[in-house]
């Protein structure tokens, strides 16, 4: 009887211990990634000269579609973009690729200093347990006519292609309110 109880005790612990652990799961679904230049999708950029005239920008793009699934049995919430935050992490190679054609690490928000360039994202609101949202990242290579504003030109063909094939030599983080909550190998 001791035994018996004792081993009911230990499955229901593990169960237990199970069910919390799925609380939070997710997983990565597909991957897209490609070079666009779209002012829907990105936005654009818009200087003004000295005689007050405006001037649109439309920059070309490392843009990032993500389809992440919640497999846990909680919704998951992305109000302000304070609880769910998405951010790839680039392996070595991809920053090597991105400073030699750009002439900065693309995925560091704190490079982008007077560059004229950005980065985005879209989130969705929340994760519903058992279903999928997709998430966007992008980072601005360039534009078509460099200004003193926006002295990044977009890079020759051949070599935003180079950037597309190392695009997925990173890791993508998923964290829930500061709290890791996956990671995935961005090649599998």
């Known amino acids: ?12 612990i593990f169960s237990f211990l199970t069910a919390c652990s799925s609380d939070t799961a997710v997983e990565l679904t597909d991957i897209t990634t490609k070079i666009i230049k779209n002012k829907e999708i990105t936005g654009s950029i818009t200087i003004t000269n000295d005689e007050e005239q405006t ?3 439309v920059p070309t793009t490392l843009f990032y579609e993500l389809t992440i699934k919640n497999i846990g049995n ?4 992305n109000l302000d973009n304070e609880n769910l935050n998405i951010k790839i992490q680039p392996h070595d190679s991809l920053i090597a690729t991105s400073k030699e054609i750009i002439g900065f690490n ?7 200093g007077d560059t004229g360039l950005g980065y985005g994202h879209t989130f969705a609101r929340s994760i519903e347990p058992g279903q999928e949202e997709i998430f966007t990242l992008h980072y601005d290579l360039g534009v078509d006519e460099a200004t003193a504003e926006v002295p990044f ?7 935003m292609e180079t950037l597309t094939e190392k695009a997925l030599d990173a ?6 309110q500061d709290e890791e909550i996956a990671r995935f190998d961005m090649k599998h």
């Not at 009887?1 to 229901?12: N, P």
């Open 55 to 57: 001037q649109e920008l």
């Open 153 to 159: 030109k977009v890079p020759s063909t051949e070599k």
């Open 74 to 77: 909680t919704r998951l919430t």
């Open 171 to 176: 890791t993508l983080i998923i964290s829930l």
């Open 106 to 112: 693309i995925f560091d928000p704190s490079e982008y």
């Open 1 to 12: 009887m001791k035994r018996s109880l004792f081993s009911f005790g230990l499955i229901l």
